[in-house]
């Protein structure tokens, strides 16, 4: 029987998953150097204003994220928060003179690897469990599988994530040593490739899915409702744009704005200012509202951005909101609203 032809339903993992998390790439000086007195400062006032999942990845800062946040979460009883980190990149001392940093403004001097199969996951997850000092791990996500990224090695690395990558993951789940397999996906396209097809139980969308854009509605967030998949949103403000419209330097899915969608973005400010709710508040409620969402993880750049999301978080969008979203056509008609 094809994904189409599944009757919706709603997922039914994780049942206790909380619908606001903290995503953790800040931690690895993904767009500007943190100092540890930043970091801790960031993860005391996460904790403190009752988040309690928290995603993170090896990827961030080559170890650095999972090292500063496994150092705060130790303080803590492991049953009393939910942590995700990711497989697909293992490490490696980098050779001595070199900087092998890349694609960071800081981190770590290690150096990446990448490999999908059953040895590279146990690999990373052995090295993950050592960075963050902890042994338990919630959920495992898959971590940038997508073709756009891999290019000519794509189709290698897909094949060893279905030789035996998935498998692992699927072993380490039925033994109860992890809880939930993710898949985390950056772009429509791939996420539309993938949804029908790979079993996980949640994927975890960088972009796909915001105020700005709904094209995945179009199909994976379809497929995965009928398939039971749950989904968290994790970029829920395009890489800031939502955030912060109107700053020098802000990004959309990761590169430069430009002015056509920044004035998208201030045009749906707008709207919103006049039923009361700010544009960083709208852009985390409004994925919650599609039945397949299960949570939003918002990276921020420290803990004065962090409260005013909290704060951001307080008031229910009115339905009249995002009906007048629809109408101004700045929302697709179809996307998920509530009322």
Known sequence: MTPDAVAPQAPTFPADWPAFGQGCSPLGDIFQEMGEPAARDLLETAWTGGIRYFDTAPWYGHGLSEHRLGGFLRQFDRRDFVLSTKVGRVYDPAPRGKDARINWAGGLNFAVRYDYSAAGFEAALTQSRLRLGLPVVDALVIHDLDRGYHGAA??????????????????????????????????????????????????????????????????????????????????????????????????????????????????????????????????????????????????????????????????????????????????????????
């Not at 969308?205 to 709904?214: C, F, H, M």
């Not at 397949?292 to 999301?309: I, K």
Request: aromatic share 6%; glycine share 10%; net charge negative.
């Open 154 to 339: 794509y189709d290698g690395h897909l094949r060893d994530l279905t030789d035996s990558g998935l498998a692992y993951l699927q072993d380490l789940r039925a033994r109860g040593e992890i809880g939930a397999i993710g898949m985390g996906m950056n772009s429509t396209a791939e996420f539309a490739a993938l949804a029908g097809e790979i079993d996980v139980d949640f994927f975890l969308v960088a972009i796909p899915y915001t105020l700005l854009d709904q094209d995945a509605l179009d199909g994976p967030m379809a497929t995965c409702l009928q398939r039971g998949i749950a989904i968290v949103i994790g970029a829920p403000f395009a890489s800031g744009v939502l955030a912060a419209p109107r700053a020098p330097g802000i990004r959309y899915q990761y590169r430069p704005v430009t002015e056509e969608i920044r004035g998208k973005a201030l045009a749906i400010e707008a709207v919103c200012a006049r039923h009361g709710i700010s544009l960083p508040g709208a852009a985390l409620r409004f994925p919650l509202l599609h039945p397949a969402v299960v949570s939003v993880v918002p990276g921020v750049d420290g803990a004065a951005q962090l409260r005013a999301n909290l704060d951001a978080m307080r008031p229910e969008p009115p339905h009249a909101m995002w009906a007048e979203l629809k109408a101004a056509g700045l929302l697709r008609a179809d996307a998920p609203t509530g009322g």
